[in-house]
């Protein structure tokens, strides 16, 4: 099992190796792209095929999960990823809420990064940036716990 604190060097790590194949010098293509997508060539117009060969869980295992609610009452399953997943998450994408002993950090993943999140570091409590920002203008606390402004957030995340 891997700890809290080796999870988030996992995760801190800037262009880590991944695992994954890199990509071969000459046009660009990864090992299988080819598989995935074809450009068929006809003279009356171009057009472009995907398939969905790939499993999606190997693509994005939180993707694949919100994907798994398919009928009501189903409750989402938290994803569990090794050395490898942690280290090709993108740290900007990844919230962690530092929880004191005996409670587990909780981490969780962005998957709309165009809309930026805020995370108070003293409550754990996550915000809309704009909406908190506002707030701390306003009022210069943290809307929920309303810890002083120089001390709500932390510039990792």
Aim: negative net charge; proline residues 7%; aromatic residues 8%.
């Amino acid at each position: 099992a891997i700890t809290d604190e080796e999870a988030v060097r996992y995760i801190m790590q800037v262009g880590a190796d991944s695992g994954a194949p890199s990509a071969p010098a000459g046009d660009g293509e990864t090992e299988g792209e080819e598989d995935h997508w074809k450009a068929p060539e006809d003279a009356d117009a171009e057009t472009l095929a995907i398939s969905d060969a790939r499993n999606t869980q190997e693509i994005d295992p939180f993707s694949n999960n919100i994907s798994n609610l398919t009928y009501p009452g189903s409750e989402m399953e938290p994803v569990t990823l090794g050395k490898s997943a942690l280290q090709a998450l993108d740290p900007q994408d990844v919230i962690i809420c530092r929880w004191s002993k005996p409670l587990r950090y909780h981490y969780y993943k962005n998957l709309m990064s165009d809309v930026p999140i805020t995370h108070c570091q003293h409550c754990n409590k996550l915000f809309h940036t704009d909406d908190f920002i506002l707030q701390v203008l306003q009022k210069g606390h943290c809307p929920f716990c309303r810890t002083a402004a120089p001390h709500i957030t932390d510039t990792q995340d």
